[in-house]
């Protein structure tokens, strides 16, 4: 992707209930990765979730899944029965050039998980 | 199995002044990338290196140079400090491939802090 954008900077949600993070991205390749990325205190980046472009399938890992409209450009992450170490920084990322492996990540969406 | 360690943890330097960081990838990886990320921003792709050369780059000044030894450990020099470099470097390493986003690991990172 050339840009990946997310919108919402901050969320705030209570443990246990079920949010939704969006990202869009523009892109002009035909075949390309999504991904989500988790940034916790520890600043380690972990990978969450990621879609492959010409798969029509949601991915999904846990309580982890994305809604993937490819027509819009939009990759939005939903997670179920939240937790509170679900409180982290979360980026939308995509890759820039086919093959380099060189990632283009939104700005970020801090969530935070309320008991 | 070790996974992306990144050296030193934290550092200050001085305006002018000169730093190097270091990585080491997870095991069977010989691809290392360095991203910069500001405080409340998402990373930032500045180089990334591959049989010891450089691949591909982003848009940043030549301070920001790079070497990947034969045992593909990589270390990140900025010559030159500015008070703008103050950021979390993080190295992510992986497998020469395409489109396999799984194979990205990334360390905690370097904080640096320029005064």
């Known amino acids: 992707a050339q840009t990946v954008t997310q919108s919402q900077p901050e969320m705030s949600v209570q443990e246990a209930e079920t949010v939704t993070l969006s990202c869009t991205y523009d892109?002009?390749?035909?075949?390309?990765?999504l991904f989500w990325y988790k940034q916790p205190p520890s600043r380690q980046m972990i990978l969450v979730i990621r879609q492959e472009a010409y798969k029509q399938q949601n991915a999904t890992e846990n309580r982890f899944s994305v809604n993937f409209q490819k027509a819009a450009k939009s990759f939005s992450l939903k997670i179920s029965d939240s937790q509170l170490g679900d409180t982290a920084m979360y980026f939308c990322?995509?890759?820039?050039?086919?093959?380099?492996?060189?990632?283009?990540f939104g700005q970020g969406t801090r969530l935070t998980i309320n008991p | 199995d070790a996974g992306v360690t990144q050296s030193p943890t934290h550092l200050i330097k001085t305006r002018g002044q000169q730093v190097t960081l270091r990585c080491s990838p997870k095991s069977g990886h010989d691809t290392v990338s360095w991203y910069q990320q500001a405080l409340g921003q998402g990373p930032q792709f500045i180089f990334q290196y591959y049989e010891e050369e450089e691949r591909q780059r982003g848009n940043f000044p030549d301070r920001f140079s790079g070497h990947q030894f034969p045992n593909y450990s990589s270390e990140l020099n900025v010559n030159a400090l500015l008070l703008g470099d103050s950021a979390l470097y993080l190295c992510?390493?992986?497998?020469?491939?395409?489109?396999?986003?799984?194979?990205?690991?990334f360390g905690e990172g370097s904080w640096l802090t320029v005064v």
């Open positions: 892109t002009s390749e035909s075949n390309y990765y």
């Open positions: 992510a390493s992986s497998y020469r491939d395409t489109f396999s986003g799984n194979t990205i690991y």
């Open positions: 990322a995509s890759p820039s050039i086919q093959g380099a492996q060189k990632l283009v």
